[in-house]
């Protein structure tokens, strides 16, 4: 930390002083390590951001526990450990869904119609095998305005 013009050392994690979580409590276990018995893995997921919704974009964050998000996918990824897996994502009970495995933590979805809608999002192995399920339900008062989408057009 830089503090009156001195570079001072952080404090360590391990502290007992000091409220900073370890790396570990934070990220999980090293991925150096083979884990014998992994907890379930965990999805948590919060509302839309009403930020978004105010504009018309949905912006929905999320975290995962005992699983890392990376784009590896077959039957031999199944037997990784840590464990390894990706999102699918469902917009009002289409019958389709795509997958994200880009653990960026927030889901983006723009161009819905204003009204009530719903997002299933499920946590699963590089298999698509089910871990845990979330539905997000909320009211998007708005379109997209048009101003924002070519603002941040990509």
Known sequence: MLASG???AAPA???????????????????????EKEPPPKLIVDDPLPE???????????????LRI?????????QVSPR?????????N????WADASDNNTIDIAGLPAGEHTVRIELVNP??????????????????QHEFH????H
């Open 6 to 8: 001195t570079l001072q």
């Open 13 to 35: 994690a391990t502290d007992p002083n000091t409220a900073v979580p370890s790396a570990k409590a934070i990220r999980g276990a090293s991925t150096y390590v083979e884990l």
């Open 52 to 66: 978004g919704l105010a504009q018309g974009i949905v912006w929905i964050q999320y975290r995962v526990e005992n």
């Open 70 to 78: 990376v784009p590896v996918f077959g039957k031999g990824a199944t």
């Open 84 to 92: 390894v897996g990706h999102l699918h994502i469902t917009v009002d």
């Open 94 to 97: 289409l019958p389709w869904w």
């Open 127 to 144: 298999n698509h095998k089910i871990y845990d399920t979330k539905i997000v339900k909320f009211h998007l008062p708005v379109a997209v």
């Open 150 to 153: 070519e603002k941040h057009k």
